[in-house]
């Protein structure tokens, strides 16, 4: 029998997608109750095609199970690297009718880091992170492998650097993103006798007739299985310490202010899976969960992290990033905590004084320099 079964009596929000009510999640056939992560599969196969099963860690030694094979990155599906770099790495200038990296400003994302942090900076961790730019400024994250592309996350901001909760996010993989390969050279080449048409015009005609690029569903084909976000970074600094976040938008962010670090993320609360560990060892990790109100984030990532560590001989630290409560701080931690900030929401939003700290990412500084 299966220990582990798809249990679709109630479905739940897709943690890649957002949708909600489509995601179909694994339940422990001996205990009955749901597993703890982003176990399950997401019933929009064409779109979003979101299907992440059980992982050795939750496997015990009973012969009456058949296991799960754990994934492994080096087996999983790639995407074409070249054609994501020429496509999306490279940033549309509508003025010269061609793709140009020095025109960040389209980008809601790159523009909003630009307004806040010195423009080299960003410019170094649009390049290092290769972050591509979809239609209506929306920025693709990818996640490479080995120098393969595994896949993208395409995400809405805001100026504020929040990200759009109205829209929501898609793979590259998906075959709504995918097939958007054939209609940007469609447009490019229709761009040539006319005018340049509006962007955000151009993303809804896009997403108006998506379905006239879904001759192939892509999502059936694929085997989906992501390194952590940033993870080429290791063999260009293997001296360094790895700090992990749990968004892509964070570890673009702690790059530009602690870039003696790298700055990896897991893409989501529970996407801290064992298999994505396999090749770190001996490194020094620190660790940045989410915060929350009843530290749900924080214990998942501590026992997901224990038993890891005891696998792979990490060396891990949890980093408390949130600083002292005092009468200045009080206010605003507690809000933080409510709302699920992360080390990025404290950097673009604290305005923090304390000792010899005249600003946040000092107060953080300090609190790394150890680990240097």
């Known amino acids: 029998m299966f220990r582990y079964s798809l249990n679709s009596k109630q479905k739940f929000e ?40 059980p992982d050795s860690c939750f496997i015990d030694d009973s012969t009456s199970v058949i296991k799960f094979e754990e994934k492994d990155l080096n087996e999983s599906d790639s995407m074409d690297r070249e054609r994501y770099i020429e496509t999306f790495h490279l940033v549309r200038n509508k003025i010269n009718r061609r793709y140009s990296s020095t025109n960040l400003g389209n980008n809601v994302f790159i523009s909003g880091l630009l307004a806040r942090f010195d423009n080299d900076k960003v410019r170094e961790a649009y390049a290092r992170y290769k972050l591509g730019m979809f239609f209506n400024g929306a920025t693709v994250f990818p996640y490479f492998y080995n120098n393969k592309l595994k896949s993208a996350k395409i995400i809405h901001f805001k100026p504020d650097l929040h990200r759009n909760k109205a ?45 006239a690029y879904t001759e192939d569903s892509v999502c059936e084909k694929y085997k989906f299985c992501l390194p952590l976000f940033g993870w080429d ?50 490194r020094t990790w620190l660790f940045f969960p989410d915060l929350s109100g009843d530290n749900s984030t924080s214990d998942y990532w501590k026992q997901q992290v224990k038993r890891i560590s005891e696998k792979y001989s990490m060396f891990d630290y949890f980093i408390d990033f949130v600083p002292p409560t005092n009468n200045e701080n009080k206010v605003f931690n507690q809000n933080a905590k409510e709302n699920g900030f992360d080390i990025a929401d404290y950097i673009l939003e604290h305005k923090f004084k304390s000792g010899e700290s005249n600003n946040y990412i000092d107060y953080i500084d300090g609190i790394l320099k150890p680990y240097k």
């Open 167 to 211: 829209v929501m996010p898609m793979w590259l993989h998906s075959t709504k993103a995918f097939k958007y390969y054939d209609y940007v050279e469609r447009k490019v080449d229709e761009a040539l006798n006319n005018c340049y048409p509006d962007e955000n015009d151009e993303y809804e005609e896009f997403i108006k007739y998506r379905d």
């Open 233 to 282: 970074l290791l063999g260009v600094y293997p001296d360094k310490t790895i700090c992990l976040v749990e968004s892509e938008k964070t570890a673009v962010i702690c790059s530009i202010c602690f870039p003696d670090f790298i700055w990896l993320a897991t893409g989501g609360k529970n996407f801290l899976q064992q298999y994505k560990f396999n090749y770190y060892n001996g």
């Open 14 to 53: 897709c943690p890649a997608c957002g949708h909600s009510n489509r995601f179909v999640k694994y339940m422990d056939n001996t205990t009955g109750l749901y597993i703890s992560g982003d176990y399950g599969k997401c019933d929009r196969e064409e779109s979003c095609g979101y299907h992440e099963r």
